[in-house]
């Protein structure tokens, strides 16, 4: 979607509001299951000093799969954007997009803040105690009979000690 804000190149008192759905087909990572509901973005497109900003909010409503547990959860995450929007190109900034002439890919934008912000590890709780490694159960539901967890490195240890 190609927004044109010459409007707003031209007139620098003048705020623009944005609301969209982003589509999600770009937004694909392997922990997460699908979206619940089409992430949202909103926020304001606003000219400072002559430098076009766009800054808002993305909510996006995920079933996740954990990546210590397997278990799914429903993640409400919320990513921040806050992106300048200019002609040209710069190495040094990384938040900047360019214009094509006084056009903006939008959903570009957004799936980029978006990708950028993405957690690298899914967890259903912050202290997920993930699987027995020895008989599969969801430690998080109790814990299992094994006993306390062995190291791999004693297993083969425990093994023969047991034979003897
Ligand atoms: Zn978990
Ligand atoms: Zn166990």
Known sequence: MQLDLRELIVNPELRLPFRTEM??????FPS????????????????????????????????????????E????KETDVDAIL??????DNLELFVLQGTEIDVQEVLATSFILDMETKFLCREDCKGLCARCG????????????????????????????
């Not at 589509?23 to 694909?28: G, I, S, V």
């Not at 949202?40 to 400072?48: K, P, T, Y």
């Not at 539901?141 to 023969?160: N, T, Y």
């Open 23 to 28: 589509e999600t087909d770009r937004l694909d």
């Open 73 to 76: 959860f429903e993640s409400i």
């Open 86 to 91: 200019a002609e040209e190109e710069s190495e």
């Open 137 to 164: 159960r969801n430690l998080n539901l109790g814990p299992c009979s094994c006993g306390k967890e062995i190291d791999p490195r004693f297993a083969v240890l425990e093994q023969l000690l047991d034979k003897s």
């Open 32 to 71: 997460v299951k699908k979206y619940l509901t089409p992430p949202v973005a909103e926020g304001l497109f606003f000219n400072e000093a002559g430098i076009l900003h766009m800054q808002g909010t993305i909510t996006a409503d995920m079933l996740c799969v954990c990546d210590r547990c397997g278990q």
